[in-house]
């Protein structure tokens, strides 16, 4: 079946312009997570959807990163005025549930590699 | 707060011996432990997991991880390396006491040669 995709692979943009990253998870997973690979470094988190609703956006790293999903599916990553160190690979998971008590593997996908000028 | 310490940069290993890549953690409470893999210009892709039971773990491709609890260690090992082997591994850990995300380390860069 179709993994999680993600879109676009690739986004070149100038520093200060806005940018937004999408992802489609799997299909009928309603846990969906967001995650930043600096090079050398293990992916650090973000944000994790419960459904439509952020159940935890611990990981933004100030108020110029901004998620949604407004249908419990798509989700997509906004970012504001755009720095030089916003530059990095951005993955997307999904995992069946969440929660708490969830032990469910998160499903990744290839991830949008953001460049900032 | 939860931690996961991958100490070594790269394994290198002979084909067909033996490789076991390193993985320590420390949580408050009782962890949630994974491994992935990423090769390169691809995604995450899920190996094993342990979650509670069997402190021996078998995964994909032939790999397993033994969870060790006195030690905080869940190292990853393989009996036979086989070239395609040759990726980066992330360990995971999930504490139930600290929320939803998975905190990685760092990595470590398998090379398996022929």
């Known amino acids: 079946g179709a993994g999680v995709s993600q879109t676009p692979s690739n986004k070149v943009t100038e520093k200060g312009k806005y940018v937004e990253l999408r992802c489609d998870p799997i299909s009928g997973h309603t846990a969906l997570y967001w995650y930043r690979q600096s090079l050398g470094q293990g992916p650090e988190f973000l944000i994790y959807?419960?459904?439509?609703?952020?159940?935890?956006d611990s990981g933004l790293p100030n108020d110029r990163f901004f998620a949604v999903r407004p249908e419990g599916s798509v989700s997509t990553l906004k970012i504001q005025r755009t720095e030089r160190g916003d530059s990095a690979v951005y993955l997307c998971a999904s995992s069946l549930n969440g929660g708490l008590a969830g032990n469910n593997e998160q499903f990744f996908g290839p991830g949008t590699r953001l460049t900032v000028l | 707060a939860q931690s996961v310490a991958q100490p070594e940069d790269q394994v290198n290993v002979a084909e067909g011996n033996p490789l076991t890549v390193k993985c320590t953690y420390s949580?408050?409470?009782?962890?949630?432990l994974f491994w992935y893999v990423q090769y390169p210009n691809r995604g995450l892709q899920f190996l094993l997991k342990?979650?509670?039971?069997?402190?021996l773990v078998k995964g994909s491709y032939g790999f397993e991880a033994e969870f060790n609890k006195s030690q905080t260690s869940f190292h990853l090992k393989k009996p036979s390396a086989l070239v395609s082997d040759s990726a980066l591994y992330f360990c995971a850990v999930r504490d139930l006491n600290s929320g939803y995300a998975l905190n990685f380390g760092k990595g470590t860069s398998l090379l398996v040669t022929p």
């Open positions: 959807f419960q459904g439509t609703g952020a159940a935890d």
């Open positions: 949580v408050s409470g009782n962890p949630y």
């Open positions: 342990y979650i509670t039971g069997d402190n």
